[in-house]
């Protein structure tokens, strides 16, 4: 009776997974079709409908592991605060120049999550807080590489890539 039990328990689990797996999919297939092809509103919305998929894509990665509203808080934000960076290359407060970069900001890699998410390990002593902020960060690194703003094979790790289809310069 006991297997019986553990299996359904797993089937439930394996059914959330699922769940989560397709809605991650559609979330990511529906924002980058719109941010891709922007019908409506200018550059600074699609900027900042991306950064919130960013976000989304960060909580649905990260979910497993939240346990309390500060570190959905912390999941949302990791995958989002990292695109102030294309502010601070560009040295300007302008969407226009944030979004015409030659290249990625240094931030938009992995050895920056790893740094950082070692750091929220550092300063937290906490496992699950060093893993939600790397896994967002990666998240965010994967997910540029998805609509075509993927760095060549090895640069991930350093970032400073240029993108191949950047969709920002129309």
Known sequence: M???IGLVSVGKDLTK???????????LFFADRLIEHRPFFGRPFWALVDSGAH??????????????????????????????????????RSFQAATQLE????????????????????????????????????SHVLRDASVGTAPSYGRWATGGYRGGRTMWRR
């Open 17 to 27: 997974v699922a769940v989560s797996v397709v809605t991650l999919c559609a979330l």
């Open 2 to 4: 006991a297997v019986l």
């Open 55 to 92: 976000g989304l894509v960060a909580l649905l990665v990260t979910a497993p592991l939240l346990q309390s509203p500060r570190l959905l808080i912390l999941a949302f934000v990791a995958g989002t605060l990292v695109d102030v960076d294309h502010f601070l290359a560009a040295g300007s």
């Open 103 to 138: 290249k990625r900001p240094p931030t938009h890699s992995l050895t920056f999550a790893l740094l950082v998410s070692g750091g929220g390990y550092l300063f937290s002593g906490s496992l699950t807080t060093a893993w939600i902020v790397f896994a967002a960060l990666t």
